[in-house]
């Protein structure tokens, strides 16, 4: 099938354009997404294509946008809001939580809230704690939530698409360091559905599972150990929630070694409940115990060294998996 | 040589353990995992088993006594031999001891010495704190192979499985170096149609058919562990299987045309998951792996008889007509028992794959995700694994043929049918 190179944003844009010209229910709402285009410009061009009422900015107060959209999914539209920061979204956690996530089990599946949570976490470029956080964790442990994190713009149009389609509220958790990555993305209609995992590298050595702005760093890491003889299958389960459990087990039983990469703080994360799964199904198979590789359990530095410091690098990775195969971390960086 | 058996430790920090039952005395045969006494601290007791096989010759503690953990319980040795000859012919032992079992294939014994397999602990005596990964105790408990005796290569020294790989008799289950027995039956052009027969089968039996099969590509068919030319590769649970089967496979290097009966359907079917084999098209006969049940007495049966009389009992289960089931096939199948190893390696792979009449493996949700050109053939009057099982599971997109009057063996009972839909379907995907 043909395929064009887009960026992230592009690709995107392109999934709300599309939907939003399929279906006169969705919207979409967000500080300085219509008139401006949207921080990361993601709407470029859609308020003169959809006009006010679809197109929509918002003052800055994210718990009444929130409210609105979780209001307006419960009444039967398509709404997308976007977040600016993934640490804003903790002003409509209420609503995400005690509403949205609750609503299909109290009402007995009556009803439903096709509610899109668009926004954006992870570091870069030194924006520090409270603009920096990777927060998939929470959302991950709350019942009734889809979690979303796509990591290449083919992923992200296909699941934005698939978000809109469906009828459960959806954390579609981008990533600052993604927007302006670019990637190729077929043409017409690319629908990626939730809980299918993909499987960014082939490998047979060791499988490393990634997400996000993870993945690009994952495979630069497995690029260079390639050069050291290493073979490493790099899974990206594209949804946390629902997770490909079975991609991710066949790949470790044959590999036998399992390396966990994220962004986010180590403690309480969704690596540690992956492993935690890795562990249960494979452990009879598996020859190295499961390795993660997460944030420190710190707020994010402002500081550009700090920063880096503190969030896993292709180093990091490199290590971890070398580990696994009970090899000296750094004897090759040395020489 | 004597070995001790210890004082388990019952509970972190504990240092002692009361002794409650004994269920040996002294000169008692015991073998391994008789349970020879049962031990307790104050939050639990434990059920202490023998891991080899002698005669008790020394018994330090009676019932009732408080023992010291870690320290010997037992020792199980030579009839007439003392501990004190124990100990000192422990001390004569040399450094470096054979691990490999006197069975072991002329390669292996020279790989074993060519290891440094320096005996950490000189007596045998189960290290309690003896660190393997658990993979790698799995393959040497499969070997034979006495973990305590391997010079680790992992962290802190840490046995794993690169390191029993290397003492392992025909290669470790399911890692590099055990290849399969796979043949070509029939030479030809292009894409080649790989057999996988099922439980208790071996490749030959596709013989008949694919001499029948009027197809120009290239005809191979393979051995699973445990069975004909690969009865002492030692995988012994589905995904060994499906491990197995596709190192093997990518051995060819592209693509394939899959054909499965029974078992083999099912690895056939999670062949497809494997991100390094192209699958081109699947044929399923009586596919196993779809529903839970198998006809667990079958197994058992088949595997236990040992006349002819016995094993054409159990092998007419396996067809509707009876008399589609022709004695050279039961004939057949005895002489190939005439080796002593076959019957205990499909035995474990029974074990590792079917529980009783359940099977312990699925592959409902890979032929779901398989979007080639799939065929399934099954017969209405299957005994083994129930049509109704499998039609439950199929997913939209999968042709079912249901046979009349056609039991577990479709490919022997309807034969021409069977190599024409096969044809059909290598051909459907180009």
């Not at chain 2, 499969?142 to 390191?163: E, M, N, T, Y």
């Not at chain 2, 390094?276 to 006809?295: M, W």
């Amino acid at each position: 099938m043909a395929e064009r190179e887009l960026m992230y944003r592009e690709a995107l844009r392109e999934a709300i354009d599309e939907e939003m010209g399929l279906n006169p229910s969705v919207f979409i709402i967000g500080e300085g997404i219509a008139e401006r285009g949207g921080s990361y410009k993601v709407t470029e061009g859609l308020l003169a294509k959809y006009g006010p009422k679809r197109v929509r900015d918002t003052p800055i107060a994210e718990a009444g946008m929130i409210g609105v959209g979780v209001g307006a999914a419960i009444a039967g539209a398509r709404p997308i809001v976007e977040i600016l920061y993934v640490d804003f979204a903790m002003l409509g956690m209420d609503m995400i939580v005690n509403q949205a996530a609750k609503f299909r089990l109290m009402t007995g599946g009556d009803g439903r809230v096709p509610f899109i949570m668009r926004t954006q976490g992870g570091t870069g470029g030194g924006v520090a704690a409270q603009h920096s956080q990777s927060l998939e964790a929470l959302f991950y442990h709350i019942p009734g939530l889809r979690v979303v994190m796509p990591s290449t713009p083919a992923d992200a149009k296909g699941l934005l698409k698939y978000a809109l389609r469906q009828d459960d509220p959806v954390m579609f958790l981008e990533h600052k360091h993604l927007y302006m990555t670019k990637g190729m993305v077929p043409d017409g209609e690319h629908i990626v559905e939730f809980g299918k995992g993909d499987i960014k590298r082939v490998g047979t050595d060791v499988t490393v599972i990634a997400w996000s702005n993870m993945i690009p760093r994952t495979l630069e890491a497995a690029e260079e150990l390639a050069r050291q003889g290493i073979s490493v299958e790099v899974i990206d389960p594209r949804t946390l929630v629902p997770l490909d459990r079975e991609m991710i087990v066949n790949s470790v039983l044959k590999t036998r070694r399992c390396v966990i990469v994220q962004e986010a703080n180590r403690r309480g994360g969704v690596a540690s409940d992956i492993a935690s799964i890795v562990q249960e199904e494979c452990f009879y198979e598996m020859d190295a115990p499961v390795e993660i590789v997460a944030g420190m359990d710190i707020p994010v530095p402002f500081n550009l060294t700090l920063e880096k410091a503190s969030v896993p690098q292709k180093d990091d990775v490199v290590a971890a998996v070398r580990r696994s195969l009970h090899l000296d971390p750094f004897a090759e960086a040395a020489e | 040589m004597a070995e001790a058996i210890l004082v388990p430790q019952v509970g972190q920090d504990l240092t002692e353990a009361k002794v409650v039952e004994l269920h040996v005395k002294l000169g008692d045969q015991v073998k391994k995992g008789d349970l020879v006494a049962v031990v307790e601290s104050e939050k639990a007791s434990f059920e202490v088993e023998a891991f080899c096989e002698g005669t008790v010759i020394s018994l330090p503690w009676q019932v009732g006594d408080t023992a010291t953990v870690l320290e010997p319980l037992m020792h199980v040795g030579a009839p007439g031999e003392t501990v004190a000859e124990a100990a000192r012919s422990a001390a004569a032992e040399p450094a470096v001891v054979p691990a490999v079992a006197p069975a072991a294939q002329p390669e292996a014994a020279q790989v074993a010495q060519a290891e440094p397999l320096v005996a950490k602990v000189a007596t045998g005596v189960v290290n309690a704190a003896l660190r393997a990964s658990p993979i790698a105790r799995r393959v040497a408990a499969g070997q034979g192979l006495d973990l305590a005796r391997i010079a680790g290569s992992g962290p802190k020294g840490a046995v794993v499985l690169k390191d029993v790989a290397a003492l392992a008799v025909g290669g470790a289950p399911t890692t590099g170096g055990g290849a399969l027995e796979l043949r070509t039956l029939q030479a030809g052009q292009g894409t080649p149609v790989v057999f996988i027969h099922g439980f208790g089968a071996d490749l030959s039996s596709w013989r008949p058919l694919v001499a029948r099969i009027g197809l120009g590509s290239p005809m191979m068919a393979l051995d699973l562990p445990g069975h004909g030319g690969s009865r002492g590769h030692g995988a012994a649970d589905f995904a060994g299987l499906v491990g197995a089967v596709g190192q093997t496979l990518r051995g060819l290097q592209g693509s394939v045309h899959l054909v499965g009966h029974s078992l083999g359907a099912a690895v056939a079917v999670a062949l497809t998951q494997r991100g390094d084999l192209d699958v081109r098209s699947l044929t399923l006969i009586a596919p196993a792996g779809l529903g839970a049940s198998v006809d667990g007495a079958f197994v058992e049966g088949f595997l236990g008889a040992k006349s002819e009389a016995a094993l054409a009992a159990w092998m007419r289960r396996l067809v509707s007509d009876p008399a589609t089931l022709a004695p050279v096939l039961v004939r057949a199948t005895l002489a190939a028992r005439e080796d002593a190893d076959l019957v205990p390696a499909q035995s474990r792979v029974a074990r590792g794959v079917f529980e009783g009449s359940t099977q312990l493996f699925s592959a409902a949700a890979a032929l779901r995700s398989y979007q080639g050109p799939c065929t399934v053939i099954a017969g209405r009057d299957d005994a083994i694994v129930p049509l109704r099982e499998i039609e439950a599971a199929l997913p939209g997109h999968v042709a079912l043929h249901r046979l009349d009057r056609v039991g577990h063996l479709p490919q022997v009972e309807a034969a021409d049918l069977v190599q024409t839909l096969i044809a059909r379907t290598v051909r459907s995907a180009g």
